[in-house]
C-alpha cells in the first residue's frame, strides 16, 4: 500500500487546452489525493479573470495569481494534485522576486507533469487551438489562441520537468502519470 507524505503535490502544468482539468480530477482518484485547480482558486477568491484583468492588466493577475498559489500551498494539509494556470510557468521572471525561485523550483520538481498534445509545435499548435476554441466560456479567436501558443509553447518545452503527450485519452494519461508519481514516491521513500 502506497502512503504518500502529507506534503505531496502533482503540479499539471502546460497551456490551456492541454487536459490539467480533466485529467486531474482522474490523477487524484487513482491516487486517493485531493484535486485543486489554481483558476477556481483564483474565481474564489478574486471573481471573474477577465473582470479582474480589464482592472489589474495582466501583469497584476498574474502577481496575484502567484500570490494564491502561495496561499493555497500553505493552507494543504493533504496530498494533492495541483492542475496551475495556462500561463503560470510562463510569467516575467522579473514580475515578483521570489518567482523565478518558485518556478524553477516546481520545474524541478520530481512530481511536476508537463502536458502537450503533441511535442512538435505545429502539431501542437493546432490541437490546443482547437480544444480552446471548442469552449464556450472562452472568448478567444483563432489568431490570439494560435499566437499565445506559439509564444509558450519554447518556454514550455524549455522546462526541465517530466513531460507527457496529452493526445491519448484522460483515462490514460492518469494512468500513465500515476505510475510515474508513485515510482517516483517510491524512490525517494516517501512511499511504503
Known amino acids: 500500500m502506497h502512503t504518500a507524505v ?8 502546460g497551456p490551456g487546452g492541454a487536459g490539467k482539468t480533466t485529467v ?4 487524484a482518484g487513482r ?9 477556481r482558486e483564483f474565481i ?3 471573481g471573474d479573470v477577465a473582470a479582474y484583468m480589464a482592472v489589474h492588466g495582466y501583469a497584476g493577475y498574474a502577481l496575484r495569481n502567484v500570490d494564491v498559489y ?7 494539509t493533504a496530498p494533492t494534485v495541483f492542475a496551475l494556470s495556462s500561463g503560470f510557468m510562463t510569467y516575467a521572471a522579473t514580475m515578483d522576486p521570489q518567482y523565478a525561485v518558485l518556478r524553477q523550483a516546481i520545474a524541478h520538481d520530481a512530481l511536476t507533469a508537463l502536458l502537450l498534445p503533441s511535442f512538435d509545435l505545429e502539431a501542437c499548435v493546432e490541437a490546443i487551438v482547437q480544444r480552446q476554441l471548442a469552449r464556450p466560456y472562452l472568448a478567444g479567436n483563432r489568431a490570439s489562441e494560435e499566437a499565445r501558443i506559439r509564444d509558450r509553447f519554447p518556454l514550455f518545452m524549455a522546462l526541465r520537468c517530466a513531460r507527457f503527450d496529452s493526445g491519448r485519452t484522460p483515462e490514460q494519461l492518469a494512468a500513465h502519470i500515476e505510475g510515474m508519481v508513485r515510482e ?3 524512490e525517494s521513500g516517501a512511499c511504503r
Do not use: K, T, Y
Open 70 to 76: 502561495r496561499e493555497v500551498m500553505d493552507a494543504r
Open 31 to 39: 491516487l486517493g489525493w485531493r484535486f485543486m485547480d489554481l483558476d
Open 184 to 186: 517516483r514516491l517510491d
Open 6 to 13: 502529507p506534503h505531496s503535490v502533482v503540479h499539471l502544468i
Open 44 to 46: 474564489a477568491r478574486e
Open 24 to 27: 486531474g480530477p482522474l490523477l
